[in-house]
Structure formats: structure tokens, C-alpha cells
């Protein structure tokens, strides 16, 4: 059914939109969250979340604290213990073209007296966790959960060999990052399980996040998963002033991080980022699903914060979906 105009509403009218909206967000969130395994492609969920937070904005009384619009990821999964996140773990706003992402750059910087780079990162389709490590050692891996509490998934992060269990400094901080499955792990993983009438993950992020929400940590082991770590909840420990040689002094500290990473100067370097990895997405040896801009002074990250739900100094910019095309190469061609 076609959406009325925002304008055309009235706050009861909306209320009720915004009603509907918000059970078929959450059972959506709920299949993708809790059941790693959603019903509708991410293009239909940010469409209607994008509609509800219109609503939201143009009627705030409408606004409800199940709102999809005010949580954070999943909940905890029956059977993994529960793990309070000392600092919470953010999600990201999400933008859908450039000139909405020039109009985030713009927002910015009327707050920000001091000009600043970029820092332009990948978006690994995964699922995020977060490493606790005390005097250097790996103590606790949790997932995100809401935001506040996560699953305690210790066991199964031991077993991926991207994750060092001591630091190469005795340090005690909270690392976040993004647990992914590589693509041909997903190929084979999914093969195997089709060759034993098992059903077949839909994509990457799914096996990824079926793997390692896993009671069983032999399971999680032979899944062959991988992580990029990309911030700090807790900045102190850390000598770096950028975000950009974060990453670099997360690669010094033993911590796996994606290489891709690049200081844009302006928004047309911005830009360029985004176009080029739009083109490397099919040959990426990972799914991407966008790419994350980050003020790059990591005391301008300080003093922004975040909002309830995501930080004020960072953006995701979603690409459509993956239409992946098979590579002619890997065709089987019979004769
Ligand atoms: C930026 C952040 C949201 C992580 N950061 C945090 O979770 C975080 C959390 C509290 C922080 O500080 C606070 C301390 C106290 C209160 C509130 C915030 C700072 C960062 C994020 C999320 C997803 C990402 C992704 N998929 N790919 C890349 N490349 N980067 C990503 N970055």
C-alpha cells in the first residue's frame, strides 16, 4: 500500500502507522537478531525502519520505548550466560546515498569549531562482539545483545585463531570488532551441509552469527571464522590520537584489523572510497555491507559521544543488497 506523505498526517493517524510498523519491525528484528535467521532482505527492514523514524521525527509523542527506533541488536539467547558490557556497545546510523551522507558531514561540523579528516572503513557483514582483555590477557568475548547486555561466547572466540588470547602489551581494555565468515568458508560450509540433507545458511552473516552463538564451541571451532577489531569502548589505554593509527596500534598489539582502511581529506575522497570498494565488493574475500566514515580524532570521538543508541562522530553508508554474480570461473562447465 502506498505511504501517505508525512505531511498529510496527524499525530493520531501516524501513531497508528508507526504502531503497525513497529510489530513487523520486531518480529523482523527478532528472526535477524535472536534467530539469525531473517525473513526479509536488509533493503526491505531499513526501508520501513527509515519510514517509522520519519514518523518518530515529524511526531515525537508518538515515540514508544519498545521502538525499535530506541533498542540496540538482539536479546540473549536461552542457554549462554549473560555478560554486562561496562561500556555499551553502539550501533551505527545509517545513511542510503551521499548526499544524505554530505548532509551528515555538514551537521557535523556545525558542531565542531576544528577542521578534521575521516577515517573510511569497511562494514563487514558479521556480527559484532566485543574482547575484554585484562593486563594483556583475553579474559571474556561477548555479542552485542541490546547494546547493554551481550551472551558470554568466551569458549567459542578461544577457538578462532584471528584472536590473540595475549596482547604483545599488558594492557586492560574493552576492543569491539566484527566476527565474520569468510566467503569460501560460507561455500564450503554451506556444500557440506547440503550433502548431508542439512538446511543451508542464507549468507555469510547468518553462518557467521549461527557459528558463533553456538552452545556447542566444537561447532564454532570448525567453522572457520575470522574478526577485524576496529575500536575501543575505553580509549585510555591507548597511545594513538587517531582512529586511523588505532587501527595500526591494534595491528602492533597482536589484534586483526582490516586493511582497507583509508584518511579521507575531504568528502570527495569520501566518495572515491565508496565508489572503489562499491567495484571490489564481488571480489572481496568478505561480505561487505557498506562502508563506515569515523571522525578521526579520536578526542573529537571523546567529546561527541553518542547517542542511546550510536556514537554522533560516525555514519554507515549501506550498499544495496549483495547481488553477488557467480565468478564464470567457479562455473562447473560440462562438456
Ligand atoms: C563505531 C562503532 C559503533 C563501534 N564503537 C563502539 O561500539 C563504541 C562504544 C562506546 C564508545 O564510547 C562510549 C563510552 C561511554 C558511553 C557511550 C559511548 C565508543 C565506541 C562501530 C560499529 C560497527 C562497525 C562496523 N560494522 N564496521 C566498522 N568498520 N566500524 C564499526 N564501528
Keep these: ?35 539469525d535467521a531473517p525473513k526479509v532482505e536488509d533493503d526491505v527492514y531499513d526501508r520501513e525502519y527509515a519510514r517509522l523514524v520519519a514518523l518518530e521525527t515529524a511526531f ?25 558490557h561496562p561500556i555499551p556497545m553502539l550501533s ?28 573510511c572503513e569497511l562494514k563487514i557483514d558479521g556480527l559484532a562482539l566485543s574482547l575484554r582483555y585484562e593486563n594483556g590477557r583475553l579474559i571474556q568475548g561477548s ?9 558470554d561466547i568466551t569458549k567459542n572466540i578461544m577457538t578462532i585463531a584471528s ?4 596482547l604483545k602489551r599488558p594492557l586492560t581494555v574493552e576492543v569491539r570488532g566484527e566476527c565474520y565468515m569468510p566467503k569460501a568458508a560460507f561455500a564450503d560450509l554451506n556444500a557440506r551441509r547440503e550433502a548431508a540433507g542439512e538446511p543451508v545458511f542464507a549468507n555469510p552473516r547468518n553462518a557467521a552469527a549461527g557459528s558463533l552463538r553456538q552452545l556447542d564451541t566444537k561447532v564454532t571451532a570448525e567453522r572457520q571464522l575470522s574478526t577485524f577489531m576496529y575500536n575501543v569502548a575505553d580509549y585510555a589505554p591507548l597511545t594513538a590520537r587517531t582512529q586511523s593509527d588505532m587501527l595500526t596500534e591494534f595491528a602492533d598489539l597482536g589484534l586483526t584489523i582490516n586493511p582497507d582502511f583509508k584518511v579521507a581529506h575531504s ?54 543488497p549483495d547481488e553477488q554474480p557467480t565468478l564464470l570461473e567457479d562455473v562447473e562447465w560440462t562438456v
Design 143 to 151: 555479542t552485542r545483545g541490546n547494546g547493554t547486555i551481550g551472551e
Design 163 to 166: 584472536i590473540p588470547h595475549q
Design 60 to 84: 515525537p509523542t508518538i515515540v514508544t520505548p519498545d521502538s525499535p527506533t530506541q533498542l540496540v541488536g538482539g536479546t540473549v539467547k536461552a542457554g549462554f550466560t549473560k555478560v554486562q
Design 267 to 320: 568528502m570527495t575522497e569520501v566518495f572515491d572510497y565508496i565508489d572503489h570498494y562499491q567495484h571490489e565488493r564481488p571480489d572481496l574475500a568478505y561480505g561487505i555491507d557498506g562502508i563506515v566514515i569515523k571522525a578521526n580524532p579520536l578526542p573529537l570521538q571523546r567529546s561527541l559521544g553518542a547517542t542511546v543508541k550510536v556514537p554522533r562522530w560516525a555514519i554507515a553508508f549501506k550498499f544495496p
Design 92 to 119: 551505527l546510523g545509517d545513511v542510503f546515498s551521499q548526499g544524505e551522507l554530505q548532509e551528515f558531514d555538514e551537521r557535523l561540523r556545525q558542531n565542531v569549531d576544528e577542521p578534521f579528516d575521516y577515517n
Design 1 to 35: 500500500m502506498a505511504k501517505q506523505p508525512i505531511e498529510s498526517l496527524n499525530a493520531t493517524t501516524a501513531a497508528t502507522e508507526a504502531a503497525d510498523l513497529r510489530v513487523e519491525l520486531n518480529q523482523w528484528r527478532q528472526d535477524y537478531y535472536d534467530n
